[in-house]
Each structure stands twice: as structure tokens, then as C-alpha cells.
């Protein structure tokens, strides 16, 4: 897997959250946020809409 940076601003009492959150779950702020992100559900609907089809227009 090739690792990628991820850099955001968040309010320091969010971060300090976060921070609490992962040290009570014994796990690292990368992975909680890489389980929310996991979780997220994208609707199917919106999942075809992003693969882009040729139109009849096209060339």
C-alpha cells in the first residue's frame, strides 16, 4: 500500500478529542480516522454516477 499525507486544521478541543478518543481505544488517531472513514456509506446510485460513460456526442 503506498502511503499518502493527509494534512488538516482542526480546533485544538477536536483534536484533543481525538486524541483522548485513541488512547482510551489503545489505537492510533490514524486508525480511528481511518475507520471512520471506512464506514462511511456511499449510496449506490452515487457510485455509478461518478464512473463516467461515453456519450453518444463523443467523437
Request: net charge positive.
Given at each position: 500500500m503506498k502511503t499518502e499525507?493527509?494534512?488538516?486544521?482542526?480546533?485544538e478541543r477536536r483534536l484533543n478529542k481525538l486524541r483522548?478518543?485513541?488512547a482510551i481505544k489503545d489505537t492510533t488517531m490514524?486508525?480511528?480516522i481511518e475507520d471512520l472513514i471506512d464506514s462511511l456509506k456511499i449510496p449506490e446510485s452515487d457510485i455509478l454516477?461518478?464512473?463516467s460513460?461515453?456519450?453518444?456526442?463523443d467523437g
Open positions: 499525507w493527509f494534512k488538516m486544521r482542526m480546533s483522548l478518543y485513541a490514524t486508525h480511528v454516477g461518478i464512473v460513460t461515453p456519450s453518444s456526442t
